[in-house]
């Protein structure tokens, strides 16, 4: 089975740009979470989605946001960047159990952004 | 809000050595995950913890879910000079709630 596929793995952006990060789970997966991971504030969460469905938000701006499709594939967009948005940016599928809580979370290798 | 306490930040192995880390927090959790993340990559899941008191092997990993639900520990025996890397420690919130509070990790190194 494929694992957690994310593109592109590598992003160079100026301040002020937006940017589109894309996500495909692992098949039959229909959860998908994503996560910013920076040397600082280590690895924090930004949102998961369910059946197109935001499901969970974590504490970001609103400049951060995503949707997912009906094939489970999700994108996420970071609109008017700044130096600070510089992050890997992971990506997580699982197949949700019976009660709304996600199970275990499965990892792609992450798109690195660069904000110069 | 939750917090994850992971120890220890850092530690250096020398091969053939076991390794010990844990994990603490004052809230409790229905899900103890453990990851290592090589550089470049993203975290690859190792054990996955289920039940308050589960002690779950996978070949040389060892962990344990802690019996009050606030703790977890990972050890790993016989370390080899692969095993190094950053250890996470992840939890889950149960209910609607789906995502993962991580600790800062451990990062284990080889001893010069």
């Known amino acids: 089975k494929a694992g957690v596929t994310q593109t592109p793995r590598y992003l160079i952006k100026t301040r002020g740009q937006q940017v589109t990060l894309s996500c495909s789970p692992i098949?039959?997966?229909?959860?998908v979470s994503w996560y910013q991971q920076t040397p600082g504030q280590g690895l924090q969460f930004l949102f998961e989605?369910?059946?197109?469905?935001?499901?969970n938000k974590g504490n970001f701006p609103g400049r951060f946001s995503g949707r997912q499709f009906s094939n489970s594939r999700s994108e996420m967009n970071v609109s008017t960047l700044e130096l600070g948005d510089s992050a890997l940016y992971l990506c997580?599928?699982?197949?949700?159990?019976?009660?709304?809580?996600?199970?275990?979370?499965?990892f792609g290798p992450g798109t690195r952004l660069t904000v110069l | 809000g939750q917090q994850l306490n992971q120890s220890p930040q850092s530690m250096f192995i020398q091969e053939g050595e076991d390794v010990s880390m844990n994990c603490t927090s004052s809230s409790i959790f229905n899900t103890w995950l453990w990851y290592k993340q090589d550089p470049g990559e993203g975290p690859v899941l190792l054990i996955a913890?289920?039940?308050?008191?589960e002690l779950t092997s996978n070949g040389r990993l060892t962990a344990q879910f802690g019996i009050t639900r606030k703790d977890s520990f990972l050890n790993i025996s016989a370390s080899i000079p692969s095993d190094v890397g950053i250890y996470f420690c992840?939890?889950?919130?149960?209910?609607?709630?789906?995502?993962?509070?991580f600790g800062k990790g451990t990062k284990l190194s080889v001893k010069p």
């Open positions: 997580a599928s699982s197949w949700p159990v019976a009660g709304g809580s996600t199970d275990t979370q499965y």
């Open positions: 989605y369910f059946s197109e469905t935001q499901r």
């Open positions: 913890l289920y039940k308050a008191g």
């Open positions: 098949s039959g997966h229909r959860s």
């Open positions: 992840a939890a889950l919130l149960g209910g609607s709630q789906g995502n993962l509070i």
